[in-house]
């Protein structure tokens, strides 16, 4: 009897990176040798915004609302406290003007769904304003999404560093050895994105590439939720086992809304 393997979704980067990193972030491994999902794995907040951000797009519903909605439907993911705050109002309130790495963990689904520079960065900036209005906050998320959108548009490294580089001033030079030793916890977009390409930079696959973002320490979740999804964009593959892993630790409305997300941007099949 042939083998039925589980689907493969462009949502599962970020994913995958989210839940491998979630048990480093509070105890940095500094490595790249550690167990991709030891017990205590689970989804964190970068997962439920990442889903929210496609459900917004699917469903052309203001993202502060999906925001709002997820984040009330899973209060325990671990968000920010400026963030958690937004979230206890009945309602969607004012941005918070945060320089978050927020804007940035859930945005690589506008990376994927739409099909111009032009729109990727207009829609990553409304993504982000809603909440992290801070000149920062909004610039973290369009590059994450720009960074996505190039690397499934079949742009290479040195096209994809170059890019970033001009576009948002990121410096992309240092390696991860050199940033390894001294790089501490670190939750502003100024501090993560640099971290999270050269992550991707510096890979040779999927795997690699959430190796090399758990390795640097600090915000180890939401580094490899970004890292993942330009990794997989790029790659378009990643190992079996860590699709059984993502799909052991997800729940039956994320899986779901990755199964549409899938179908709404018609970019192509995965593989393993």
Not at 110 to 121: D, R, S, W
Not at 133 to 146: D, F, L, R, S, T
């Amino acid at each position: 009897m042939e083998k039925l393997l589980p689907e493969l979704y462009h949502l599962y980067g970020a994913l995958g990176g989210d839940i491998i990193g979630s048990t480093y972030e509070f105890n940095n491994v500094k490595s790249k040798k550690f167990p991709l999902f030891p017990r205590g794995s689970a989804i964190t907040d970068d997962s439920v915004m990442t889903i929210a951000t496609a459900e917004a797009i699917l469903q052309k519903r203001d993202y502060a609302r999906s925001y709002h909605k997820w984040g009330n439907e899973y209060p325990n993911a671990g968000y920010g406290g400026s963030f958690r705050r937004w979230l206890h109002a009945d309602a969607p309130g004012a941005p918070c003007n945060s320089w978050g790495n927020g804007s940035a963990m859930r945005v690589s689904p506008v990376g994927f769904a739409f099909n111009t520079k032009a729109e990727v960065l207009a829609e990553a900036k409304k993504s982000a304003e809603c909440t992290h209005n801070h000149p920062e906050g909004i610039k973290g998320a369009q590059a994450a999404a720009y960074a996505v959108f190039l690397a499934r548009t079949g742009k290479s490294k040195v096209e994809i560093k170059s890019e970033i580089e001009q576009e948002f001033g990121y410096d992309l030079s240092p390696s991860l050895d050199r940033l390894r030793p001294d790089y501490i916890f670190d939750v502003s977009c100024m501090g993560t994105l640099p971290v999270a390409l050269i992550a991707f930079l510096e890979s040779v696959d999927y795997e690699d590439a959430v190796r090399n973002a758990i390795s640097v320490g600090g915000d180890s979740d939401t580094i490899g939720a970004i890292t993942g999804a330009i990794a997989l964009a790029f790659y378009k593959t990643m190992p079996e086992e860590i699709v059984i892993g993502i799909e052991n630790h997800i729940y039956d409305d994320m899986r779901y809304t990755c199964k549409e997300f899938q179908k709404y941007c018609n970019i192509g099949k995965l593989t393993r």
